[in-house]
T-cell receptor, first 109, second 114 residues
Framework: DAKTTQPPSMDCAEGRAANLPCNHS???????VYWYRQIHSQGPQYIIH???NNETNEMASLIITEDRKSSTLILPHATLRDTAVYYCIVKTSYDKVIFGPGTSLSVIP | DSGVTQTPKHLITATGQRVTLRCSPR?????VYWYQQSLDQGLQFLIQ???????AKGNILERFSAQQFPDLHSELNLSSLELGDSALYFC?????????????FGSGTQLSVL
């Protein structure tokens, strides 16, 4: 069974924040939330990960709800280059990285 | 540039043939992962090696095999190729086999079986 649920597709206007949701209602206490993205047929790219605290780096912010059953990846100012498939992955430190279908984000000019 | 090098970028071959895909991990990375991406299956984990030893196995067919050499580069061997093996094959590397390591992916090898 898939550990995460993501909408298959989303649109976002260029320059606006892109908020990508992920549901992981069965997450365990030792499982982290990871985000990767894949720009058309390129290799996937790591974005960010977190356990329970919100995280921010130069690419994005990760907001994890207090009950840890869902999270949101935020791209603060989306550009056309952010058009990609975004994968939310839940795993322990020792699990392999398993990709689901992800969310196809289209940034519209 | 992720620092992971995959060769060749494109490979065209016929059914029944055998091919070898090569991956050089980032400098200092000991772990190598192989993934297959086809249109109908998405990104599928195949196998992981750490410092020359097999660490984890995923949906890898018996016709496929891999190894990691002492210099840490890895090869994925695909034999008795079928049309359905046409896909993008990605290699990724990380420093350790476990822990909160991020994976760095190469740009992939596009395999076309005709």
């Amino acid at each position: 069974d898939a550990k995460t649920t993501q909408p298959p597709s989303m649109d976002c206007a260029e320059g606006r924040a892109a908020n990508l949701p992920c549901n992981h209602s069965t997450i365990s206490g030792n499982e982290y939330v990871y985000w990767y993205r894949q720009i058309h047929s390129q290799g996937p790219q790591y974005i960010i990960h977190g356990l329970k605290n919100n995280e921010t780096n130069e690419m994005a912010s990760l907001i994890i709800t207090e009950d840890r059953k869902s999270s949101t990846l935020i791209l603060p100012h989306a550009t056309l280059r952010d058009t990609a498939v975004y994968y939310c992955i839940v795993k322990t430190s020792y699990d392999k990285v398993i990709f689901g279908p992800g969310t196809s984000l289209s940034v519209i000019p | 540039d992720s620092g992971v090098t995959q060769t060749p970028k494109h490979l065209i071959t016929a059914t029944g043939q055998r091919v070898t895909l090569r991956c050089s991990p980032r400098s200092g990375d000991l772990s190598v992962y192989w993934y297959q991406q086809s249109l109908d299956q998405g990104l599928q984990f195949l196998i992981q090696y750490y410092n020359g030893e097999e660490r984890a196995k995923g949906n890898i067919l018996e016709r496929f095999s891999a190894q990691q050499f002492p210099d840490l580069h890895s090869e994925l061997n695909l034999s008795s190729l079928e049309l359905g093996d046409s896909a993008l094959y990605f290699c990724a590397s990380s420093r350790n086999p476990s822990g909160n390591e991020k994976l760095f992916f190469g740009s992939g090898t596009q395999l076309s079986v005709l």
